[in-house]
């Protein structure tokens, strides 16, 4: 067997990449994935499994007359065989492309990761060892109370190595967990959900996500029909995180100081110190936060209007991007920092919001005089950029709450409303706490948020949906 066939670990996968190119600068990603699942229906395990993943992307730039190209080829299930024949597709890719907008000179100086050339780290089965015992209690607990709990719980590792021909040689391990329960009626006619993100299945109870559940679906006995129009609501930190992640995807500086976003200013330039809410409220991302830890450098498998493939290995600081209710930062690269002329603020791996609230929701609903209290969103779109107006649908319940108390269940909604609007009509703020995102658990789930009441959230037509 020749040395280069046994070239089978990823930081060695990495180098031999590097060695291989010919190129003028090269970047080299290998993304190292396990993952572990439980699935059950009806109160009972369907599924369960343990999948193995490798993604290697080869960043490949070339200096001209007219300035760097760049060319990226990523592909999955990478073997030491395929490893040339990857290197010169992207070198052949950067050839043939014009000068890159966004190019920069490949980054440089930061210390090695200690753990570079340690195996990559595996999630298994045994991430479910306290975990799987309390689902079967809390399935026979549905049971006898009458109730089918349905879901899945995942949990992922992915161990990512980025080297440079200008020297990096950086690792992150990030480990990323999801519970989603559903509890339905034997009719199916009512419908509740629960979620939760964690890193390692310990910090997660499924039975008292079904004693929750349970309370919902109790709510629920009673329906009562609503209109459309505009109601007093409360936010549940879940909703607000779908709402305020889709505010930051839109919250890029070129985009801004272009005049093609909610951020942008009439007659020109951008918000950056305007006053968004009457709340204390900062919103801050950071890769060292408790619970939410992401990666303290930039990973940029392609380059956008938020990311470049120039700035991988780049230090990402703790940033706040609304500070005491003023915008104080839009995401920048290096490149559009320079456009822009803003500072640098590469990107989130976690989103936090907080206004110094410490009430709970259930503290909250106590303090409702007349109002709604959502479950979730679903299924939500963008109407209109320049007002980052969005529309999508309730979804496993809304309660009418009245003097304090919850007194049944209504009908669903199509909204339509801005978060950022939001945040300025937003009336109060609850206790912070880490929730997941249910719209966008399959691409962001490291978020914490508060419970939010808006005076008159905008329901502007009844849907028939569950």
């Known amino acids: ?69 760049s060319g990226v080829v990523s592909r999955s299930a990478v073997t030491a065989d395929d490893l040339e024949p990857l290197v010169r597709a992207a070198e052949a890719a950067a050839r043939g492309a014009g000068p890159a907008e966004d190019a920069q000179q490949l980054v440089t100086g930061t210390p090695a990761s200690p753990d570079f050339t340690d195996a990559p780290a595996e999630t298994s089965s045994a991430v479910f060892a306290d975990f799987a015992p309390a689902l079967g209690e809390a399935f026979a607990r549905a049971r006898e109370g009458g109730r089918e709990l349905y879901g899945f719980a995942n949990h992922e590792l992915v161990s990512t190595y980025v080297g440079t021909s200008t020297g990096l040689r950086l690792r992150h391990d990030q480990p990323n967990g999801t519970l989603e ?50 109601y007093e609501t409360l936010l549940p930190p879940t909703a607000v995180a779908d709402l305020l992640i889709y505010q930051m ?102 989103l936090i919001l907080d206004a110094g609230g410490e ?26 950029p320049a007002t980052l107006l969005l529309t999508g649908l309730t979804r496993d319940g809304v309660y009418l709450v009245e003097n304090g108390q919850v007194v049944g269940e209504v009908n669903n909604f199509r909204f339509n409303e801005s978060p950022v609007d939001l945040l300025s009509r937003a009336s109060e703020a609850g206790r912070t706490e880490k929730t997941l995102p249910r719209e966008w658990s399959d691409w962001f789930t490291r978020a914490a948020m508060p419970a939010l009441r808006i005076p008159d959230f905008n329901m502007s037509s009844v849907s028939k949906g569950v």
Not at 41 to 47: D, H, K, V
């Open 1 to 69: 067997m020749s040395s280069t066939n046994r070239i089978t670990k990823p930081h060695e996968i990495v180098e031999r990449a590097l060695e291989l190119s010919t190129a003028d600068g090269c970047v080299v990603i290998a993304d190292e994935g396990s993952s572990a699942n439980l699935r059950w229906a009806g109160n009972a395990l369907t599924t369960n499994g343990v999948t193995r993943s490798r993604t290697l992307t080869v960043i490949a730039t070339v200096d001209g007359k007219e300035g760097t190209a």
């Open 181 to 230: 329960l559903n509890a339905k009626s034997p009719d199916r006619q009512r419908s509740a959900w629960a979620g939760r993100s964690t890193r390692d299945f310990k910090d997660v109870d499924p039975t008292v996500l079904d004693a929750e559940l349970a309370v919902r679906l109790g709510w629920a006995e009673r329906k009562i029909d609503l209109p459309a129009g505009r």
């Open 249 to 350: 995807w839109s919250a890029a500086a070129r985009d801004a100081v272009e005049g093609r976003t909610v951020f942008s200013k009439p007659g020109g330039g951008t918000r950056l110190g305007e006053k968004l809410s009457e709340l204390p409220l900062s919103l801050r991302s950071d890769p060292n936060a408790p619970g939410l830890e992401s990666a303290p450098f930039v990973i940029a498998h392609s380059s956008g209007d938020d990311a470049s493939v120039f700035d991988n290995g780049l230090p990402v600081p703790a940033t706040e991007w609304i500070a005491d209710g003023h915008l104080n930062r839009l995401s920048t690269t290096r490149h559009t920092a320079g456009l822009t002329g803003m500072q640098l603020s590469p990107g989130f791996g976690n």
């Open 359 to 384: 009430k709970s929701l259930e503290e909250m609903v106590a303090a409702t005089e007349r109002g709604l209290l959502l479950t979730c969103l679903w299924y939500i779109r963008e109407v209109d």
